[in-house]
C-alpha cells in the first residue's frame, strides 16, 4: 500500500500550490474575521477600539473559522479518501490477480464505495469465478493424468511379463490382448478429449440443416442390432415422423453414445426404450432401460467430465467418463437440453429436448 502510495504522490508543484493555498486560505480567514470583528464593534459599541483588545478578538475568530473551515472540509473529504483507499485496495488485489492468487477479495461497505460499489461487487466476482475456474482445472488435469496413468501401468507392467522366455504361449498372448485393450481405452480416451475440447472451443464445425430424426434413430437402433440380441434385449421403440434442423452427425454421436450405454447397463433379457414425441416447438426424445438405477448422489453430477458412479465396472468397461460430458455439449449446441433420472419401475432415463419449429 506504501507503494501504491508513492506511485499516486502528487507532482512537486503541485505540493507548491497546495501550499500557498494553504496560506491563502489563512490570510483570507485572518481577513474575514477582522472585518467580522470590525463589524460587529462598530454594531455593538463603537467607543470599544482598544487595538490589543481587537486583535485578541481577531485571532479567536480567526481560529474558529479556520476550526469550522476544516472540520467542514473533513466532512467532505473524507469519502474521498475512503474511496481513494478502495481504489488502492483495487489496484492491490488486481496485481495479485494478475499473479495467479484467486482467492483475493475486496471487503464491501456501502457508506463509502460510492461509485466504486458495483466495480467491486463485480471484482470479488470475477475473482470468485476464476478461482472455481482454475479448481476445475486442476481437478481437469488430476482426473486426465489419472486415467492415462493406469492404462499405461498396465501396458508398462505387462510389457516387461512378456520379456521372460519361460512365458507359456497362451498367457502371452492373454498379456498382449490386454495390452491391445488398454492401447485401444488410451486411444479413445485421446480422441474424446480432443473431441470435447473441439466442442468447447466453439470453433468446432456446426451444420445445421433438415432431416429425418425418426429415420437417424431407426438406423442407429438397427445398427446396433448384434450388441442388444446378444443380449436378449426387447426394444421398446415408438418413432413418429419428425424432421428436425441439426447437425446430423454430431446428435448421431448423442443417440450411439445413450444407446450403447443403456445396452451396457441393461441385464441380460431386459428392456429398452426409446420414444419420441412433439410438442409445442419442442421435439422430445426420450431413451431408457430396466438397468439399475442412478444412485441419488450421482445424479447431478452425471455429466461431468470423468464422472463415473461405478468406476471399477466402467473401468473395465472401457468408458472413460467423457461420453456423458460430450452428449451435453452437443446437446447444448443445438439450444436443448437433456436431463437424467430414475423410472418408477426402475432404471435409468435420459430425456432430451430439442427445438422445433412446427
Do not use: C
Request: overall charge neutral.
Amino acid at each position: 500500500m506504501r507503494e501504491l502510495g508513492k506511485q499516486f504522490r502528487p507532482p512537486l508543484k503541485w505540493i507548491v500550490f497546495g501550499l500557498v493555498g494553504i496560506h491563502l486560505l489563512i490570510a483570507a480567514t485572518w481577513g474575514i474575521a477582522y472585518l467580522l470583528l470590525n463589524h460587529i464593534v462598530d454594531w455593538f459599541d463603537p467607543s470599544v477600539g482598544h487595538p490589543i483588545w481587537k486583535q485578541f478578538l481577531t485571532i479567536e475568530v480567526g481560529l474558529f473559522l479556520v476550526f469550522a473551515f476544516g472540520t467542514f472540509a473533513r466532512i467532505f473529504i473524507k469519502p474521498v479518501r475512503r474511496q481513494m483507499d478502495w481504489f488502492f485496495h483495487l489496484i492491490s488485489a488486481m496485481k495479485e490477480l494478475s499473479k495467479g492468487n484467486f482467492e483475493v477479495t475486496l471487503k464491501t461497505n456501502l457508506r463509502y464505495m460510492g461509485q466504486f460499489g458495483p466495480l467491486i461487487s463485480s471484482f470479488n466476482e470475477m475473482a470468485s469465478e476464476l478461482n472455481q475456474m482454475e479448481k476445475m482445472r486442476q481437478e481437469f488435469i488430476s482426473n486426465v493424468s489419472h486415467e492415462f496413468q493406469s492404462p499405461l501401468t498396465s501396458i508398462s507392467g505387462f510389457a516387461r511379463a512378456l520379456q521372460r522366455d519361460d512365458l507359456p504361449t497362451d498367457t502371452r498372448h492373454h498379456y498382449l490382448d490386454i495390452i491391445e485393450m488398454e492401447s485401444k481405452r488410451l486411444s479413445r480416451l485421446s480422441d474424446n478429449l480432443l473431441k470435447l475440447t473441439s466442442l468447447e472451443s466453439k470453433h468446432h464445425p456446426f451444420e445445421a440443416k433438415p432431416y429425418r430424426l425418426d429415420r437417424q434413430l431407426r438406423h442407429i437402433i438397427l445398427s446396433s442390432e448384434p450388441l442388444w440380441q446378444e443380449k436378449n434385449i426387447e426394444m421398446e421403440v415408438e418413432l413418429p415422423e419428425v424432421t428436425v434442423v441439426a447437425d446430423e452427425d454430431l446428435m448421431s454421436q448423442v443417440w450411439i453414445n445413450l444407446l450403447h450405454n443403456s445396452i451396457k447397463f441393461t441385464p441380460e433379457g431386459g428392456t429398452i426404450g426409446v420414444r419420441l414425441t412433439v410438442g409445442h416447438k419442442q421435439v422430445h426424445a426420450v431413451l431408457f432401460n430396466s438397468g439399475p438405477d442412478i444412485s441419488d448422489e450421482a445424479l447431478p453430477h452425471l455429466f461431468e467430465r470423468f464422472f463415473r458412479e461405478d468406476k471399477s465396472r466402467e473401468r473395465e468397461g472401457g468408458g472413460s467418463g467423457l461420453g456423458l460430458s460430450i452428449v451435453k455439449k452437443i446437446i447444448e449446441m443445438h439450444g436443448g437440453e437433456i436431463a437424467a433420472s430414475n423410472r418408477l419401475k426402475g432404471g435409468a432415463q435420459f430425456a432430451i429436448s430439442l427445438p422445433y419449429d412446427n
